[in-house]
């Protein structure tokens, strides 16, 4: 009783104290705050469609504004171009992970890259990069292909063997499809999610966010919002925590953890000398670096429970939106078809006959329709961050306060909360056009716009930005291309009448069909075979 006593009380004057010393974002205009506790937190935790919030609030506030969290503390939210740019680009680690996203990522992926501090990060990514290089995803290509020539085939035969189920939930065999590449990419090990084997992996992985981040009940939103005054050492108990939420995550690190193991033990032993799937190059990699500067084992397990949340899950879902975007623009989806003609027949000409990295890349509307898709539908729709030092954010376009000033920089204190939404960056008129909220993949192909740089692909910042930027965003791209053009140039794909798709926030943003939810993620899609 006595130490929860004094628990409670450090915690509120801790509060006390770093809201005594904040520059006031009282000026900064925002929504009416709906909550004394909760804040603004709730409704962004539960809102039905990603944006249905973020995007009324631009419109209203200009792309910097400000909400209140749990407790009365102020968060300031930006999609300002110049504003991300200095947070991400120009300022490295000097914007922390929030303790929250940071604490939340520790319970699925322990000592990984995701989580690691600045000093941290940067010997991970240095011993991590091998693996993601140029040369070693081109490697990698021959298994793309296999996977999604398999996916491929059995569509084919269930179509033959009954053409009348032709409306096909395509999220589930994509995330399966994701994972056997995974599985021999990235470990040299067949999971076969596609002949329906059942891996204990794949299966503490499946419907981990969706069990674990969709709409959090409000007493957890309060309990983690008092994580920022915990010490860190006293963090680490939450993951034996008795609820599901966080079983679902301490199930899954485990059984990461004794697979990983079993993996990266055959690795160290040579059992299959000359092996160039990530982890093998990891492990090598780790061997070659200084003693002082190499990965532990629990950082090396790590990194096998992080790849198969980034790798797989993250892949998936980018497939599904694009697959979503095509079947609603039949148009668009035959020219990405002719496109593919195009590029089988060049590759007919060669001795193997078999598409290379080089033919990927001349598919010019093909690399547009992705890279529209990636913009209208960021897997991860918001990144948060933490000022570690005091700091004055500039501003590309100036905002009007509650005060009617105009003002181009906004002064912040040490520990200030930023909310950076990817989702209304990718959507800001002033980047991307008047027509920001409509499809339209040939504003990847108009020369004459003028160039920007905020995030690592594309000017999108759907794979974060600088040095903490996606290490694998080629991998995934590369993986796009390749299973987009097996199965646009093998099936038509076209959207269901009387379908509604929502687009739902459980960590990744994820599609489930609306009054459907309790059926989890979906993507109903009719799908044809080509001739």
Known sequence: M????VLCLAILVAFAWRRSRRHSLEDIRGPPCPSLLLGHEKIIRHTEKVGDLEFPWVREYGPTWRTKQCYGVDALWTADPRTLQYIFHTSAYKFSK???ANETSKLFSSQSILTASSHDHQRHRKIMNPAFSVAQLRTFLPAFQRSASRLSQKWKDLLHTDSSSNILNISKPLARMTLDILGEVAFDHQFGALDDKEHELAKAFDGLFLDSMLHPPAWDILFKATWNYIPTSLLYFIRYLPTKEYKRFSNYLQTAFRTGKELIDEKASGTKKGSRDILSVLV???LMENSQYRLSEKEM?????ILLVAGHDTTASALTWTFYELSRHPEDQQRVRDEIKVARARAEGRDDGNLIPSDYDVMAFTNAVIKESLR?????PTLSRDASHDDVLPLSIPIET?????IKEIPISKGQPIIASIAAYNRLKSVWGEDADTWNPMRFLDNNKESKNVGIFANLMTFSAGVRSCIG??????????VLTELVGTFTFEFPEGVEIIRLNAG???PMVEGKSEEGVQLPLKISLIG
Request: net charge positive.
């Open 2 to 5: 006595i130490p929860g006593v």
């Open 98 to 100: 929030n303790v929250i």
């Open 284 to 286: 090598q990699s780790n």
């Open 301 to 305: 397990l790590s990194q096998i429970a």
């Open 376 to 380: 209208l539908h960021p897997i991860v």
């Open 402 to 406: 509650k005060s009617g000033k105009l």
């Open 473 to 482: 965003w080629r991998f995934a791209l590369l993986q796009m291309q390749a």
């Open 508 to 510: 990744v943003m994820i």
